[in-house]
C-alpha cells in the first residue's frame, strides 16, 4: 500500500493568485490616491508589484521571506512619513504590508489568500459606508451593546463548562449560557429589523427566526420591546406568535427524528395547533399594519437589548430546570407525565424530545409520553402567557396571550381525540 501524499498548489497557481490580489487591492488603491503632488505613494504597480514579491519572498526560504518583509516596512514607513502632514492615515500602508504577506499565504495556500484578497479589497472600498455607518447609523449605545453582545458570546461562553455541575444533573451552565445569548441576539436582531423593514414587518420576520432559537426567548424579548414602546406591541405580539409557529416546526422536526411512531400520532394535533397560532399571527399583523407609523428617531434612542432582563429569565428557566429535576427523583420514573410537563416550563423541545426517547426505548410508555408532551406544551404556553403578561404589558399581553392559548388548547385537543 503506498503512502498517501497531500500535494501542494502549483507555483502557477500561486503566482496567478498573487497577481489577481494585487490587482484587485491595486485598483482601489489607484482611485483613492489621486492626483497631482499630493496623491498617495503607492498605485496599481505598487500593489501588484508588492503581491508579487510575497509570493517569489516564500521560494526564498525563510531568511528571504524576512529580509524582504524588512525592506517593504522600511518602505512604507518612508513613504508614511513622507505623507503624514497632509494625510494622517494608514490605510494605504496597512494595505501594502497585507497584500505582500497575502501574496506570500498564495503560494501555500491560494484558495484562503483569494478569499482574504477579495475580503481586504471589499473593505477598503467600503470607507464612506463605514464611517457614515460608524458615525450616523450606529449610536454609543449600539455600539456599547454590541461588544456586550460579542464578549457574552464569543468570551464568556467558551469558558463555561458543557456539563451539568449540580447533583440532578440539570444545570449545564454551558447551554443556559447558550440561551442568555441568544436572548441578547433575538434582541439585536428585532432591533435590526426594525430599522431595516419598520415596525411592522420586521419584528415579524426577527419573531419567526428567533422562534427556531427559542420561543420563550423571543417572547421576553419582544415583551420588553413593547414594554419599552407601546406603540410597537401590536408588531412585538405578532412577532411572538411567529415565534409560536416556529415552536410548532421545531417540534415535529425533534420528534421526527427521535421516534418516527410518536411523530404520527402528533402530527394532526401540530398541524392544528399550527393553524391556530398561525392565523391568530396573521390577525396580530393586521394590527400591527393598522397602527399608526412609528418615527425611526423614537427607535435609534432605544437598545437593542436589556442585558439584565436576559440574565433574569435564563435564571428563572434553570431554577425550574432544577425543580422538574429534583421532583423526578424524588417521585421515580412512574412521575415522567408530570416530570415532562414541569420541564416543558423551560422547554418544550427537550420535554419532546425526552418523551419521544423514552418512546423509542420502550413502545409501552407510549400513553405516559404522550400525556406528557400534552402537559408540557400547555405547561409552556402557560409560561409563555405568563412572560407576556408580566414583561409586556396588557396591550402586549392582550394580542399574544389568546393566541398562544388557542395554540395549547388545538394541540391537546386534537392530540386527546387522536
Known sequence: MMPLSITSPSPITGLSVALGIGLLVGLDRERARGRGPLREPAGIRSFVLCSLAGAVAVSLGELGLLTAGLFLSS??????????????????????????????????SPDIAAALGVLVAIVLASKQRLHRFSRRVLTRQELHDLLLLTAAAFVVLPLLPDRTID????????????????????????????????ARLGLSIAGLAGGFVSSTATIAAMADRAR????????????????????????????GALSPAMLRWATPALIAAGAAVAAAAWLSTRSAYATTAIPMRKLVS????????????????GAIMLGSAIARSRLGDASLPWVLA??????????????????????????????????????????????????GGRAFASRLIPGTLLMAACFVLVAWLG
Not at 518612508?78 to 494605504?92: M, Q
Not at 444533573?169 to 423593514?197: K, T
Not at 432605544?302 to 428557566?317: G, I, K, W, Y
Request: with cysteine; aromatic share 6%; net charge positive.
Open 342 to 391: 414541569l420541564s416543558g416550563l423551560a422547554d418544550v423541545h427537550a420535554a419532546a424530545a425526552s418523551a419521544a426517547q423514552s418512546i423509542a426505548r420502550d413502545p409501552l410508555d407510549a400513553p405516559l409520553a404522550q400525556q406528557g408532551l400534552m402537559g408540557a406544551v400547555i405547561a409552556n404556553s402557560l409560561m409563555k402567557c405568563f412572560v407576556a403578561a408580566a414583561r
Open 302 to 317: 432605544q437598545r437593542p437589548f436589556e442585558p439584565m432582563a436576559a440574565l433574569r429569565f435564563v435564571a428563572l428557566l
Open 228 to 255: 419599552a414602546d407601546p406603540a410597537l406591541a401590536p408588531a412585538a405580539a405578532s412577532a411572538g406568535l411567529m415565534s409560536n409557529v416556529a415552536t410548532i416546526v421545531q417540534l415535529a422536526v425533534v420528534i
Open 75 to 108: 518602505l512604507v514607513t518612508a513613504g508614511y512619513l513622507s505623507t503624514r502632514d497632509r494625510d494622517p492615515g494608514l490605510s494605504t500602508e496597512i494595505a501594502l504590508l497585507v497584500t505582500w504577506l497575502l501574496g506570500a499565504l498564495s503560494m501555500r
Open 167 to 198: 447533583p440532578w444533573r440539570s444545570i449545564n451552565p454551558h447551554r443556559l449560557w447558550v440561551l442568555v445569548v441568544a436572548v441578547m441576539a433575538i434582541g439585536s436582531v428585532g432591533y435590526v429589523a426594525l430599522r431595516i423593514f419598520g
